[in-house]
């Protein structure tokens, strides 16, 4: 199962958000073995950037491993919306 979250964040708060998901990534690389993925996009709109995190095989509860860890980086006081958190599995259409 895939995890995909995406909340926004002012754009003047760029490098700040930047440097906290960096933390963050860090974090779940070593206390949960998965590498995320941070991703933005291209345009901004009402001066707040959307990002995206993406993360590939997790657990069922990896949510809540995940909240843990992002208080511990000051994520959340940087962001504009709440994180908005979906899950994707694969699909095998050539079996």
């Given amino acids: 199962m895939d ?3 995406y ?12 440097a906290a998901e960096k933390s963050l990534q860090q974090l779940v ?17 009402n001066d707040l950037h959307t990002w995206m995190e993406v993360y ?3 657990p069922g509860d990896f949510s809540a491993l995940l909240e843990k860890l992002v208080q511990q980086t000051g ?3 940087l962001q504009y919306s709440e994180r908005r958190t979906e899950y994707f ?4 259409v050539c079996a």
């Fill in 89 to 92: 599995l694969d699909v095998d």
């Fill in 75 to 77: 994520l959340a006081e």
């Fill in 56 to 58: 590939a095989n997790v």
């Fill in 29 to 45: 690389l070593a206390r949960l073995g998965i590498r995320g993925k941070l991703q933005r996009r291209p345009e901004s709109a």
């Fill in 7 to 18: 909340f926004k964040a002012g754009t003047a708060l760029e490098e700040k958000v930047i």
């Fill in 3 to 5: 995890c995909y979250i």
